[in-house]
């Protein structure tokens, strides 16, 4: 099992910026990608931003230019940079964790909460 930590959301103002960070419990495998999500309040679950252990990434197009995706495998932690923060990226984050190779080894985080006030 792998558990995975998320931090940095929060309160900012339109305009502002917030960084997350998810981290994993343990090494994580091979051949994987790493992702955020989000879910606003009444609205389904939405790709934000993923990348992959090989460092390929690929993004919403509500958050092209904005957000960035990174990640550190030598601490197990993907990273969301967030500029321009607009009050619709107003949502709960969360990160997932899965494997390309094996659809069983899928892991998500609790979310973070981020509230974009006008």
């Known amino acids: 099992q792998v558990q995975l930590a998320e931090s940095g959301g929060g309160g900012v103002q339109a305009g502002g910026s917030l960084r997350l960070s998810c981290a994993a419990s343990r090494r994580i495998a091979s051949n994987n990608v790493m992702g955020w999500y989000r879910q606003a309040s009444g609205k389904q679950r939405e790709l934000v931003a993923i990348i992959t252990s090989d460092g390929r990434t690929n993004y919403a197009d509500s958050v092209k230019g904005r957000f960035t995706i990174s990640r550190d495998n030598a601490k197990n932690t993907v990273y969301l940079q967030m500029n321009s923060l607009k009050p619709e990226d107003t949502a709960v984050y969360y990160c997932?964790?899965?494997?390309?190779?094996?659809?069983?080894?899928?892991?998500w985080g609790q979310g973070t909460q981020v509230t974009v006030s006008s």
């Open positions: 997932q964790l899965r494997s390309l190779v094996y659809s069983e080894y899928n892991y």
